[in-house]
């Protein structure tokens, strides 16, 4: 593992033992490198921050978007099975409270989660554009604005869950929003129910 891997790590972990707050030298020295180092990769403990917000987003991105492994038998199937996985990340990643949580107001994780978001909401557009043509989604639907509630609904959701004692059951809370979705987008009896069969 490099320096820079071995400082987002440090710091992340710091980040997860501060409640959101760090130190430089803190963070040297859990990575073994001098602050002088840290400063030099990353310009201020700002930079820092937003690289450990930022490797957060390309894991999520990996797991659940562009390099998710999610179920081919139909586009329900998999746009379900990609919620559970959303879930199943958030859930299982510590830092995850922190990042929809506490750091969400700090202005470099605000540029970062906006970029991250402004790609996703490209993305969805053009994938319920696809599901359009192929019939799965009406055609009056506007993918632009309704990607936008979708995503905006599902991140709420988890944010609610995430700070919840106990946390929702994944699975319940994965069926819960996925009957709005599918209400949202429409679809057919058949195709929900077929989905939450999968």
Request: aromatic content about 6%; glycine content about 6%.
């Given at each position: 593992m490099g320096t820079r891997e071995r400082l987002i790590g440090a710091a992340q972990e710091e980040l997860i033992r501060g409640h959101g707050h760090l130190e430089m030298q803190a963070v040297a020295t859990r990575a073994r490198v001098s602050v002088g180092l840290a400063y030099h990769h990353f310009g201020s403990k700002a930079g820092l921050i937003a690289a450990v917000v930022e490797d957060f987003y390309n894991r999520l991105d990996g797991a659940v978007f562009s390099g998710a492994r999610l179920p081919t038998e139909s586009w329900a199937a998999r746009e379900r099975a990609r919620i559970r996985s959303y879930i199943a990340f958030h859930y299982a990643h510590p830092f995850a409270p922190l990042v929809i949580g506490t750091l969400s107001r700090a202005p470099e994780v605000v540029d970062v989660e906006t970029?991250?978001?402004a790609k996703q909401l490209a993305a969805g557009?053009?994938?319920?554009?696809?599901?359009?043509?192929d019939g799965?989604?009406?055609?009056d639907i506007d993918p632009q604005l309704t990607i936008a509630l979708m995503i905006g609904g599902i991140r709420q959701a988890l944010v609610g869950s995430l700070m919840r004692e106990p946390r929702p059951d994944p699975d319940k809370l994965t069926n819960d929003i996925w009957v709005f979705i599918a209400a949202a987008l429409r679809l057919p009896v058949e195709t929900d129910a077929r989905s939450r069969s999968a």
């Open positions: 970029a991250f978001t557009a053009l994938m319920l554009e696809a599901a359009q043509r799965i989604v009406p055609g």
